[in-house]
Structures are given as C-alpha cells and as structure tokens.
C-alpha cells in the first residue's frame, strides 16, 4: 500500500531516517562513497527538507519511501529508499510510477556506480543527462524523464 507520509508524526518521521540510513548504507557500499548527504541526515534534518513523502507499508510497517517535490513544474524526485529487507519487490518502482502520475517532466539523480537505481529508472523511460563530480569526488548520473508514464 502507498499512502502519503506525514513526517510531523514522530514514529513517521524515525522510522524514513531507519529506513535512510539503511538505503544509502547499501548505495554507499555500492559506489565505493559514503560521501552520500542522505547517509548523514538525523530525523530533524530529514523534517526540514522541503519534499512532499509517499511511503510504502507491508502489514503496517514502511518499507520505502520517496520524496520528492514539483519546482517550476518539474517533479524532482530527491529521495527513494527501500528497506534492504524488501529491495527488489517493486516499492521503488511503484514510489516512482506514482510521483510520475503526478504529470510532466522529472528529473532524478543517483550515484553513476549504482547500477540497480540505473536500471530502475531508465526502465521507468528516465534517460542519461549529465554526470557531474560534487564533493569529494563523487559521480551524479542525473536523469530526465519527459513526462507522464
């Protein structure tokens, strides 16, 4: 079930800061970089950020989250996350297809060593925009979606 998150609530707003920390952990091994901002996030940094959340349950617990936000009508997805317990059972996918349900373009960026987001999004209709190197020598793949799915 994906339902909209409230992260005011505190069990809410714990348990996306469990669930991130075990994401990027995964991604971070994956890319060789713990350089990963989300990895260093506690839960207040996580309720400041200006993102809109859908998460993901399986018998009442998050499993997955997204958040993400609409600039300039532009849907920037800037976080997806699944429990490494539930990874590749279509949350991800799911969080994806309903934030582009949403309308118009989107864009989203990844570690360019994470192949499994990459095949995630590009079998989403995302494309390869850029690869940009941030701090510390980091590689960004971005990618760009036209529109509705």
Not at 127 to 142: F, H, K, S
Request: charged share 20%.
């Amino acid at each position: 079930m994906i339902v909209p998150l409230d992260l005011t609530d505190d069990d809410t707003a714990k348990a996306v800061h469990r669930i991130a920390a075990q994401s990027y952990a995964v991604e971070a091994e994956l890319i060789g970089s713990t350089t990963i901002p989300g990895l260093h996030e506690s839960v207040d940094d996580i309720r400041r950020l200006p993102l809109r959340w859908l998460g993901g349950y399986v018998d009442h617990d998050l499993v997955a989250f997204v958040g993400y936000a609409k600039v300039d009508g532009v849907l920037d997805i800037d976080r997806l996350c699944v429990a490494p317990s539930h990874f590749r059972l279509g949350f991800a996918r799911r969080l994806v297809e309903q934030v582009l349900a949403e309308g118009g373009p989107a864009i989203v960026s990844t570690g360019a060593a994470n192949a499994p987001a990459i095949a995630l999004y590009e079998g989403l209709g995302f494309r390869l925009v850029d690869t940009v190197v941030v701090e510390g020598g980091l590689r960004i793949a971005q990618f760009g979606h036209p529109g509705s799915i």
